[in-house]
Structure formats: C-alpha cells, structure tokens
C-alpha cells in the first residue's frame, strides 16, 4: 500500500517547456514537502507547505487538503531543472514518501 | 563544511558483520532521523528521534538499532548486516515544523 503516489514516474520536457508534477495521499497529514534530489544523490528541500500555494523563483508548489493532492510546477524549464523530484507526506510523527518523479531537461 | 555529515560516504562488507552508519550535525536540530532508499521504493523511515532521550521506531526498524548520544549525533547501527539492507542510507535533521535537512547518503552494500 503506498500512501504517497506521484505521477508521471518519468518526465521529459524540452527547455523553456511549463511542467507540473502531481502528487496524490491517502492519509491525513500535517505538512508535505517538495524534495530535490540530483543524480549524485544529495537530497534537498524545496517546500514545505499545509495549505495554499507557495513560490520559490521558477517553482511553485500548490496543495489541496481537501482532495489529498499537491502539484509542484516549474515554469521556463532549464536543463539544471534535471533531477528527480520526491513527494513526501508528514502524518502524525511519520513520513511517507513518494517514489519520485524523474525529469530530464533537454536544451 | 557540511551542516548534516554522515560517515561513511560508502561501505561494503560481508553478511553477519556489524555496522555503524554515523550522523552529526551543526545545525543545532533537536529532530533527527535515518532513512533508507531503494530503487523503485523510494525514502523509508527507519527510526526517528526529537530529543537526546527520545528514540521511535519508523516504517521499517527491524533489522536496525539507533544510538542518541547528543544532540549532535545519531548513529544508526546494523547488528549483522544482511544483503537485502543494501541501499542509500540518509540521516535529515530539522526543527519542530520545518523542513528537513539531509546528509549527502552512505551508500552500504552487503555482500
């Protein structure tokens, strides 16, 4: 049972292209978070968000309590936008995270 | 210098041994926690702590044991290692409603 889905698994996009990754949840959370994770594995946190819509430069995160879902979007992609993207849901004192969307950025 | 440091970066070593992954951190956090990533699988809580004196299990403890020796320091320790808890392993630290913050990843593989 996976409590966090993410979709698409894999994303290619062209720069300069809009992109939304979706992330769906099926337990009551506190907080969800964004996470970026580069192909030498480091791990860093893009948003944390429980309600509305937050924007950090080219990224904006959205979240929907009521419908259990959250979309991260990038506007103007650049190839430095490669990397996998991570949906991952605060309940109670657990995590649950998704298992990652991947996006490529061609020039 | 890193904020969140884990030692070591990669490990191989043989069914049965015993292992310590090692996290410290100067970020002055109160909560810390382990993970562990695999293929397919995504980030799984191992075990997770918000003070010197406070241990929880996560999602998937067994198999594994943790030490609080300060606030600085969480150490995440395999009694005898067996193939199948090869993976990425991360230690992430925050304060009470903020983000985590991750350590670069030990990379263990058990042979």
């Known amino acids: 049972k996976n409590e966090v889905e993410q979709s698409p698994q894999n994303l290619t996009a062209q720069e300069g292209e809009f992109i939304t990754i979706n992330c769906s949840y099926s337990?009551?959370?506190?907080?969800l978070h964004w996470l970026q994770q580069h192909p030498g594995g480091g791990i860093v946190s893009l948003f944390m968000?429980?309600?509305g819509k937050k924007k950090h430069g080219r990224l904006i995160a959205t979240i929907n309590i009521q419908e259990k879902h959250s979309s991260l979007h990038i506007t103007a992609s650049h190839p430095r936008d490669s990397a996998v993207y991570i949906c991952?849901?605060?309940?109670?004192?657990?995590?649950?995270f998704g298992t990652g969307t991947s996006l490529t950025v061609i020039p | 210098d890193a904020d969140v440091t884990q030692t070591p970066r990669n490990r191989i070593t043989k069914t049965g041994k015993r292992i310590m992954l090692e996290c410290s951190q100067t970020?002055?956090?109160?909560?810390m926690y382990w993970y562990r990533q695999d293929p397919g699988l995504g980030l799984r809580l191992i075990y997770y702590?918000?003070?010197?004196?406070?241990?929880n299990k996560g999602e998937i403890s067994d198999g594994y044991s943790v030490s609080r020796q300060a606030q600085a320091k969480f150490s995440l320790s395999l009694e005898s290692a067996i193939p199948n808890q090869t993976a990425l392993y991360f230690c992430?630290?925050?304060?009470?409603?903020?983000?985590?913050?991750f350590g670069d990843g030990t990379r263990l593989s058990i042979l």
């Open positions: 970020k002055g956090h109160d909560r």
């Open positions: 992430a630290t925050s304060k009470n409603n903020q983000p985590q913050h």
């Open positions: 968000l429980s309600s």
């Open positions: 702590s918000f003070d010197v004196k406070d241990i």
């Open positions: 337990v009551g959370i506190s907080a």
């Open positions: 991952a849901v605060e309940a109670g004192n657990q995590f649950y």
